[in-house]
């Protein structure tokens, strides 16, 4: 047993939660990659014995924050009078992407960050409360009503058809 | 009606209530169709989100992900190489024409996924209801759906509990397969298997539905051959 054969094992379920997360495929593998290279360097810190896949999960989920505020950041100081769609993206990406994106994942991305990761590791990966909380970093409570209200908005973004 | 709230409905869907708060709330449910109704779409949420996503993680992993763990493990001292990546391409060979057929499926049937709502209610389909009628746990190498106990419920009539893209547990009703639960399921990472937190919620299912024990090989054999009846 080595610590990236364990990876390398879980790895499909890391990249379902990362495109989950993400805009498209391509992000969501960026997100994957970016998320392995930074457990490689970091394995000192994983303790044996806990969990490894919540131990990835935290570390996605933390980069991928980290990335989205960048990407915030980055569309205030950029942002022009044609920003609107195309907030911080690439206009011919977005627009490559979007075909190939099902109702599923538009309605998730329209998902505050905040409810998108409670969904993501609830009703995606399959973690019970305590779990998702844990890797959140939030109280049971906090994380029930962000999924009552992620799950609210995706019934409407989906509509009956869900 | 006002006595559960939305918390409390998904908190059923999502396998969080003890047994008691369960019934609780399954006896509301039934005397309220509004309630009912919400309830079932919320089953269904989950299922569409859980079928959708699951397509993903069967896809074989990109070779500079792979890559990138390779290159590392061949650092690492106690680093054994080359015959596991033959193993894990083949897996990705199984997976891509998984997500084929599963691929077909949504093309013919309209509905992605091994599940479907027929009526307002889950139901299992290609792959998966092919796996609940034929598949005997005694004989699964290399299967995608992995086949667990299959027993009689309370009141009478068998399920049987599965795992592979989505994990869960399904009942037999008329011709087809009604499923009861619907998670993530844990492969294609079987080679390492820690306890899930899905696995610990297909057994609480069992648990809550099983009279008696699950069959053995020969019971179960029996029971394939009989139609499941």
Known sequence: MSFERDLLAILPRLRRFAVSLSRDRADGDDLCQATVERALKARDQWQPGTRLDSWMYRIMRNLWIDEARARQRAAKTFASEEAGENVGHAGDRDVEAHMALSDVDRAMQALPDEQREAIALVLVEGLSYREAAEILGVPMGTLTSRLVRGRGALLELMGEAA | ?229
């Open chain 2, 1 to 229: 009606m006002s006595q559960i709230d939305e918390a409390m409905l998904i908190a059923l869907v999502d396998g969080e209530l003890d047994e008691v708060n369960r019934r609780r709330v399954e006896r509301v449910v039934a005397d309220d169709p509004a309630l009912a109704e919400r309830l079932e779409m919320h089953r269904s949420l989950r299922a569409r989100l859980t079928g959708h996503y699951a397509l993903v993680a069967e896809e074989p992993v990109p070779d500079r992900l792979r890559a990138l763990l390779e290159e590392s493990e061949t650092v690492v001292p106690i680093a054994r190489p080359a015959p596991r990546w033959r193993n894990w391409a083949m897996g990705g060979a199984i997976a891509a024409s998984l997500v084929l057929g599963l691929g077909i499926g949504r093309m013919s049937g309209g509905d992605a996924g091994p599940i479907g709502m027929r009526n307002g209610v889950m139901v299992a389909q290609g792959p998966l209801a092919k796996a609940l009628d034929t598949q005997l746990a005694s004989a699964q190498q290399g299967a995608a759906i992995r086949i667990g106990l299959s027993f009689q419920r309370k009141g009478g009539g068998w399920c049987r509990s599965f795992d592979g893209a989505v994990a869960g547990v399904a009942c037999r009703h008329g011709e087809g397969w009604q499923v009861q639960q619907a998670l993530p399921g844990m492969w294609p990472g079987t080679e390492y298997r820690q306890a899930s937190s899905a696995d610990a919620r297909v057994m609480a299912t069992v648990d809550a539905l099983i009279e008696g024990a699950p069959a053995d090989a020969a019971g179960e054999k029996a029971a394939q051959a009989g139609g499941w009846r």
